[in-house]
């Protein structure tokens, strides 16, 4: 089992800046493939970024490439999103997500633990 809390979400201006951080707890973290989620009011939850066990580059949905960056810290099993330039159609309950499956750009089924979400609200 692994155990994954989210935090760093608020209420921020659009144009403003957050950073998310996902503690996680439990078996061997770093062996796992990390992804952010999100799920906006009345819509499906989505792919937001990802990053593999053995760090290097992340993956962007298109709507957040060039403004998010998600990155990773083994030693304090914490994975960050940094979200920069944000926009109302940011606002979303943010997820971090765990799996063992290798996928550049995970689906939601593929995931195999979830935290509880942190929401993000940006106003305009």
């Known amino acids: 089992q692994v155990q994954l809390v989210e935090s760093g979400g608020g209420l921020v201006q659009a144009g403003g800046s957050l950073r998310l951080s996902c503690a996680a707890s439990?078996?061997?973290?770093?062996?796992?493939?990390m992804g952010w989620f999100r799920q906006a009011p009345g819509k499906e939850r989505e792919f937001v970024a990802s990053i593999r066990w053995s760090i290097g580059n992340g993956y962007y949905a298109d709507s957040v490439k060039g403004r998010f960056t998600i990155s990773r810290d083994n030693a304090k099993n914490t994975v960050y999103l940094q979200m920069n330039s944000l926009k109302p159609e940011d606002t979303a309950v943010y997820y971090c997500?765990?799996?063992?499956?290798?996928?550049?750009?995970?689906?939601?089924?593929?995931?195999?633990?979830w935290g509880k979400g942190t929401l993000v609200t940006v106003s305009s």
């Open positions: 439990g078996r061997t973290f770093s062996r796992y493939n």
């Open positions: 997500a765990a799996t063992n499956r290798d996928s550049s750009f995970p689906h939601v089924s593929d995931m195999d633990y």
